[in-house]
């Protein structure tokens, strides 16, 4: 008789769920994508719907393991862990989490050059092959300060995220991505920070610069745009790689 599969524990999942997003911390901290302990990434607590892991505020990225991480539920009550959230990051958080049901993680970055373009007038410009792969899923969301008007920021958050884009450039802040998985948060994270750095170092040279056919754009957007939740498995399995080399006992 074939044997029947057995379903997979909550507590499987959830340790799952721990270790890549400890994994995400290190990640971003080898990227340099970190703002000492000022910035933030989430994902959805498997089963649940009002309930997300953070990292502990105080904590800089290359601290953080699996077993550190908050769990926090949609109201800000910390769950599970010793430390305090970040309001900001909270509420950043939830908006996003509470209005796309679709995705399960949210990756939020201060870092250098998406800081300096998110300060552009021109936000992201098609001048890349990063940024045409992913500037049809880019919106932008002009700044506010989300601790002095949470409610009204917060709604402001989830209707400039809309109900289909994964990338927001947050002005004069930083930048924002969601992904159904890991995988898809990082990847797209990823290009985006890429193709900041790429634009600034372009403008910097102060020469003319060259923009692809619109065909060109369509054709390398089209990838990002019909992906599939798995489709970037391979670029997060080679970055846990990275992870366990450079960071072992981050999952501990």
């Avoid at 539920?73 to 509420?91: C, I, K, Q, R, S």
């Avoid at 989300?146 to 930048?175: F, Q, T, W, Y």
């Avoid at 992906?227 to 006992?249: I, S, V």
Wanted: proline share 4%; net charge negative; with cysteine.
């Amino acid at each position: 008789m074939a044997a029947t599969a057995q379903p997979v524990s909550q507590e499987f999942n959830e340790r799952r769920v721990r270790v890549e997003l400890a994994a995400m911390y290190r990640i971003s901290h080898f990227y340099g994508w970190t703002d000492v302990i000022d910035t933030h990434l989430t994902a959805r607590v498997p089963g649940t719907d009002d309930q997300y892991f953070i990292n502990p505020y105080g904590l800089m990225f290359d601290e953080i393991t699996a077993s550190t991480l908050l769990k926090v539920d949609f109201e800000g009550n910390v769950l599970e862990g010793d430390y305090p959230t970040n309001e900001a990051g909270h509420l950043i958080h939830t908006a996003v989490l509470k209005a796309r049901p679709d995705l399960n993680v949210v990756l939020h970055t201060h870092a250098r050059a998406s800081s300096a373009v998110s300060a552009m007038e021109c936000g992201l410009l098609p001048i890349s092959q990063q940024a045409n792969e992913v500037i049809k899923l880019v919106r932008y969301h002009d700044y506010h300060n989300v601790v002095a008007s949470p409610e009204a920021e917060c709604e402001a958050l989830a209707r400039d995220m809309g109900d289909d884009a994964k990338l927001m450039i947050m002005r004069n802040h930083g930048l924002l991505s969601g992904g159904r998985t890991m995988s898809e948060a990082f990847w797209l994270m990823m290009r985006l920070e890429t193709a900041c750095k790429i634009q600034v170092d372009v403008l910097g040279s102060g020469q003319p610069y060259v923009t692809p056919s619109q065909d060109a754009i369509d054709d390398l957007a089209a990838y990002a745009v019909n992906a599939e939740a798995d489709d970037y498995d391979r670029y997060w399995q080679a970055a846990l790689r990275l992870a366990h080399r450079k960071y072992p006992g981050f999952d501990a």
